[in-house]
């Protein structure tokens, strides 16, 4: 199991995503929302990924729901107040709103994160090759998640370089900060540098070609991602249509 | 039988200025014969290397007079994907010849092959045998962006030869690998030489260079043809002096020579390490 | 006077795989060394411990006297400066004359001493007239020679040059060779990394070969170059002239050209 979800064609499980989230955003309530947290846990701990998952749910969706929480439910005026502590009110339909605005965040969030902890970024890309997506978009698309790792890099050994040459960016946070912003323009400026030598590159491994590219490792539907997607689509039309019209 | 490349009178400026890069270059090269490019930093030979590669005027502006041909038919004729199938390019800087959208070396290797629509099988296959022909083995799974200046450069040869042109330009392919890699890269120019493909080479290296070309071009600084030859006669004319740099082999004889050892020879000159044996051997044997 | 001091010294990454092991060298000034070995064999580690911008898992590095252990790397970068092995890695400016006054720049030197730091080291390394230029206009061997000046221009005591060979022609080659010879005169200490034997056989009297992560040799060119077993070991080509030399069996071993010649001359 924890390699088959992994392994399922992209728009398999993307199918689930689009479902959970036009439920989440139609399904009146909050109980089935917060519910999607679970669901995505456990298909999280199916697939392998259950640790890493709960982290970045943790580091990212958590807090900023938490947040939204405080402020809707304590800050912000509502009628019917049924609780106060000093400046703080709490009124029912404060509580109402905060749990359902949280609730579809929680939602989103929390299928979001498993989707792109068990899909790579290159079999989406391989997806959109064979639905014949454009060879540029989907050049863009890579490139731009090779870059962040790449910048990082190059923030490195730009601040090496600054190092050597006598530029404090050991320290507390003030001196590192003071070293950061200066070395943001190179970073821009060699990677513009690169480019046009990258374009050749590019040009002498035929990407000007206009024959459709294949895929040295193919990624196929398999009988069970045309099964699954069936099932998860006809699930999620059954979900929606008990929760939104009954 | 025509030429695989000739070059008749070409002469090249870059947009917004005035002096040529590259002035009255003129050679044809037969096809399975290895070439050799040498010449001064700033003497034109990466320019001359775009132009047979039509990157110049095709991505480089500027103004391009004379003619350029490949197997009879000239460049502008031919298309992208024409010529990335017919010219392999090698460049100098290995830092900048990684795709940057695949993220093992073995796909990197295959990417070529991918945009021409190659079947996935035909990839795999091909992609295999250039891994184990580079012993690439070790790093194959690695990401192109973590490896060495060394491993990169080795990464972009693999990937133009897995396309399997029938010219190949090399521009300094060794200026940043040591000893063994340097090795490596003429065992396959070697081999490349035995297939019958016509290769082009940039080299500073000259001692090994002189072992594997057939023909030299040599570059002046102003980026004007001044020699082109069979290189144990060409170099008869050139004495060492500021601008052209002669292997070691030439100037050991033309030392000898200055010093009465032997005499000055001016039709042919030892080039190679080998001959430049032969002909000690000879003077110690008259001694 | 020893400028730059290794004891013991040990680096690794993640605490395993020892890419430097237990190293021992001393560097004094008015010398130039070079450091040779196949790729891997931890000559950038090495020298980049030296400026601090690696610091060694286990061992003592001594800068002037100095252990360096608990300095930043911006305070050792005033007394050994590193020209960086890729020039893109390094260069960061957008016109040479403030790439190369970036270093001295930092030390508030009046306007005139630090134009004349910037004039004295473009000199040296044929920039004078393409101050203003863009670093990337030159090409990639040549952008080399920027990142030695702006080391040049911070003026310290101990230099090191990270393959400043690789993709040289002989002009350049000649221009590192003067570079080399006149910091020495100045009693400067030159550490030197190449694959270039012709230039380590008529530059230096001192070459250090690591392999495998260690010092497997470190003595003078003529006594390293006329071990074959050694050169083997370490994956390195003996100077062009002394393969000749060996190949017709001549009794002494000349490194270069004119040592050869003359050698021939004299028998």
New interface residues.
């Given amino acids: 199991m924890t390699h088959f979800i992994p392994r399922l064609y992209p728009t398999t499980k993307a199918w689930l995503v689009l479902g959970i989230i036009l439920c989440s955003i139609f399904i009146p309530g909050y109980w089935f929302q917060y519910s999607i947290f679970l669901v995505a846990l456990v298909l999280a701990m199916l697939s392998g990924v259950a640790k890493r998952y709960t982290s970045l749910f943790l580091k990212s969706i958590f807090i900023i729901s938490l947040f939204i929480f405080i402020i809707q439910t304590f800050l912000v005026y509502h009628d019917h107040i049924i609780g106060s502590w000093y400046i703080f009110k709490v009124s029912s339909t404060g509580l109402q709103a905060s749990l359902t605005m949280t609730s579809k965040i929680v939602a989103i969030g929390a299928i979001l994160i498993w989707f792109f902890q068990v899909t790579q970024v290159?079999d989406i890309a391989a997806a959109m090759q064979n639905a014949g997506w454009n060879k540029k978009l989907i050049?863009v698309m890579?490139?731009t998640m090779?870059?962040i790792?790449?910048m990082t890099?190059m923030m490195n050994?730009?601040a090496?370089?600054?190092?050597?040459?006598?530029?404090?960016?050991?320290?507390n946070l003030i001196t590192r900060m003071k070293s950061f912003v200066p070395?943001l323009g190179?970073v821009v400026?060699?990677s513009i540098?690169?480019n046009e030598?990258?374009?050749?590159?590019?040009?002498?491994?035929?990407?000007?070609?206009?024959?459709?590219?294949?895929?040295?490792?193919?990624v196929n539907k398999t009988k069970a991602d045309y099964l699954l997607s069936w099932i998860i689509i006809i699930i999620m039309l059954g979900i929606f249509y008990w929760g939104v019209f009954k | 039988m025509n030429p695989l490349i000739e070059l008749n009178d070409v002469l090249y400026r870059y947009p917004l200025t005035r002096k040529s890069a590259l002035r009255h270059i003129q050679f044809k090269v037969t096809s399975g014969m290895v070439m050799g490019i040498i010449g001064v930093n700033g003497s034109g030979k990466t320019t001359l290397c775009n132009v047979i590669r039509s990157f110049i005027p095709n991505f480089y502006q500027g103004d391009l007079q004379g003619t350029v041909t490949l197997k009879g038919k000239p460049l502008n004729q031919y298309s992208e994907t024409e010529l990335s199938q017919l010219v392999g390019y090698i460049f100098q800087n290995p830092f900048t010849q990684i795709s940057g959208v695949k993220d093992t070396v073995a796909e990197e290797i295959g990417y070529g092959l991918e945009n021409l629509g190659v079947s996935s099988k035909k990839i795999q296959k091909r992609v295999a045998k250039m891994i184990d022909l580079l012993n690439l083995s070790d790093i194959k799974d690695k990401n192109p962006f973590d490896l060495s200046g060394g491993q990169k450069q080795m990464v972009a040869i693999a990937a133009i030869l897995a396309i399997n042109p029938e010219i190949f330009i090399f521009d300094e392919p060794t200026s940043q690998l040591d000893p063994a890699g340097t090795t490596k890269i003429f065992k396959i120019i070697q081999q490349l030489k035995s297939q019958g493909k016509t290769v082009i080479l940039v080299e500073h290296k000259l001692d090994l260079m002189m072992q594997y070309i057939d023909q030299l071009l040599v570059l002046d600084e102003q980026g004007q043809q001044i020699a082109w030859g069979k290189p144990e006669e060409i170099l008869a004319s050139f004495t060492e002096n500021q601008t052209i740099a002669l292997p070691t082999a030439t100037r050991v004889y033309q030392r000898m020579a200055a010093q009465h050892l032997i005499p000055i020879a001016t039709n042919k000159v030892p080039v190679t390490q080998d001959e430049i044996v032969q002909t000690i051997q000879n003077f110690q044997e008259t001694r | 006077m020893t400028m730059v001091e290794l004891k013991n010294v040990s680096f690794s990454y993640d605490g395993q795989k020892q890419i430097v092991h237990d190293i021992n060298l001393a560097f004094t000034a008015g010398t130039a060394t070079a450091i040779i070995g196949q790729n891997g064999a931890g000559k950038t580690t090495t020298v980049k411990m030296m400026n601090h911008l690696l610091v060694p898992t286990q061992g003592q590095i001594l800068v002037n006297g100095e252990d360096i252990h608990d300095r930043t790397t911006a305070q050792v970068a005033h007394h050994v400066g590193y020209a960086f092995q890729n020039p893109d890695d390094q260069i960061f400016n957008n016109s040479i004359q403030k790439e190369i006054e970036f270093g001295p720049k930092r030390d508030n030197l009046p306007q005139d001493q630090l134009q004349k730091r910037v004039q004295v080291a473009a000199k040296m390394t044929g920039l004078s007239e393409h101050l203003d230029e863009h670093p990337y206009n030159f090409p990639y061997s040549l952008r080399k020679f920027i990142t030695i000046a702006s080391i040049l221009a911070m003026n310290p005591e101990t230099y090191i040059f990270d393959e400043p060979t690789a993709g040289q022609d002989h002009l350049s080659r000649q221009r590192l060779s003067k570079i080399i010879t006149q910091l020495v005169a100045q009693q400067k200490c030159v550490i030197v990394i190449t694959h270039d034997m012709n230039f380590v056989a008529e530059n230096f009297n001192r070459v250090i070969v690591l392999s495998e992560h260690q010092v497997l040799a470190d003595d003078t060119p003529q006594a390293i170059f006329s071990q074959p077993k050694l050169m083997t070991r370490a994956n390195i080509e003996p100077p062009e002239a002394l393969s000749i030399a060996r190949r017709v069996h001549m009794a002494t071993r000349p490194l270069t050209v004119t040592t050869l010649v003359d050698a021939l001359k004299s028998k």
């Fill in positions: 290159k050049f890579l490139s090779q870059l790792p790449q890099s050994t730009i090496d370089a600054q190092r050597s040459r006598g530029v404090e960016t050991e320290g070395m190179p400026l060699t540098e690169q030598e990258r374009v050749l590159t590019l040009e002498s491994r035929a990407f000007s070609n206009r024959q459709r590219p294949t895929l040295m490792v193919p």
